[in-house]
């Protein structure tokens, strides 16, 4: 602001304008009980308040509130910038924030520029705008296992099962808005379960989902491979979804599987238990054999994940940090505010 101190008694009272105050930032925060993105669906536009302007008697105006936007863990944060996406902050962990555009400055009222030979500075520097940004937001599944194999493997059909998650069976309207992820309880023990559905052809180069798909599967700790027991080559299926993983990413492809052969309720499929066996077999892996249909085998399996995830935790608490997270450096206010 621009003012004089004009008061009976007090002759040549000078410059009086106060600052403005500054904007405020919009923060994104990974919070507990944000379990999707839902709500920012079709949302155009995040402003945190403005700063209030500058009054009279050397007054500044008020600061900006910071506007917190909620968003589940496992959020990434890209900006966009044209066909790029450049990505700002990874929120894994409940309690992670980024400021992804930060308020801008009050300008300097006219109590700032009176100078011995300026004695009546009719000047004010206005403030520096906030920024804006175009983001991105992605929710990355975060479930210890996830559920490999072809279509109709049973990999939903043994999500529901083995917990309380109700994914549809068969047609699978998979969003990355909504993923569906259950949390089994093996007594002693809890993790969370995924089913990575669409694994086709070609995911690894974009046709179809799957390569959607698979990206959510890249912080599970471990796999479930699903094998259709009744398929007509197990053994095929088997490696051509190994095969898919591979060319979509290295570490992908090492992660440990847990071999299962499913659907061993079709009398069909008990019979040619011995044959799956021996093909299978040819990694040395043990293989659990299941129904997802009845139950068979579901409890045993899931003990011995539980069991296999306790041991991964302890061997990875050493060395695995938690992501890091972006926090621009703060404005360097004395560009800002000198002439
Ligand atoms: P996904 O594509 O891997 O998710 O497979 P779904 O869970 O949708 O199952 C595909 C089909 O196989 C459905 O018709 C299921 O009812 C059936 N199915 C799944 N598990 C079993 C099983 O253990 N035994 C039998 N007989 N059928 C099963
Ligand atoms: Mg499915």
Do not use: C
């Amino acid at each position: 602001m621009v003012s004089f101190r004009r008061e009976k008694f007090v002759p040549f009272g000078g410059p009086y304008g106060g600052d403005g105050g500054d904007g405020g930032s919009v923060i994104l925060v990974a919070e507990p009980h944000q379990r999707t993105l839902a709500s920012f669906k079709g949302r155009k536009f995040i402003a945190a308040q403005n700063g209030g302007p500058g009054g009279n008697k050397k007054m500044s105006g008020k600061k900006g509130e910071d506007r917190y936007a909620p968003v589940p863990a496992g959020t990434v944060v890209y900006e966009k910038k044209g066909d790029e996406k450049v990505i700002l902050a990874d929120l894994a962990v409940e309690g992670d924030k980024v400021v992804v555009a930060r308020g801008g400055k009050g300008g300097w009222g006219n109590i700032h520029f009176a100078t011995p030979t300026r004695q009546v500075p009719e000047i004010a520097k206005p403030g520096k705008l906030g920024e804006e940004r175009e983001l991105i937001l992605e929710l990355k599944l975060i479930a210890d296992v996830g559920i490999i194999g072809k279509p109709n493997a049973g990999k939903s059909t043994l999500v529901s099962i083995a917990t309380k998650a109700k994914p549809k069976i068969a047609a699978y309207p998979f969003t990355t808005i909504e993923p569906v992820l259950g949390v089994v309880d093996v007594g002693w023990g809890v993790f969370t379960i995924a089913e990575i559905p669409g694994l086709i052809e070609g995911a690894h180069v974009g046709r179809g989902l799957g390569r959607e798909f698979l990206r959510h599967a890249e912080r599970t700790k471990l796999f479930i491979h699903l094998i259709d027991g009744s398929s007509s080559e197990p053994e095929k299926d088997w490696l051509q979804v190994n095969q898919e993983i591979k060319l979509y990413s290295r570490d992908m492809a090492e992660k440990e599987q847990i071999l299962v052969v499913n659907k061993i309720d079709i009398l069909q499929v008990k019979e040619n238990l011995p044959g799956i066996k021996k093909r299978l077999k040819g990694d040395g892996k043990e293989i659990y054999f299941i129904s997802a249909a009845t139950g068979e085998g579901v409890k045993e399996l899931m003990a011995y994940i539980a069991k296999r995830l306790n041991e991964l935790a302890n061997i990875v608490k050493e060395e695995e940090k938690p992501l890091k997270v972006f926090r621009p450096v703060p404005v360097d206010t004395k560009e800002t505010l000198t002439e």
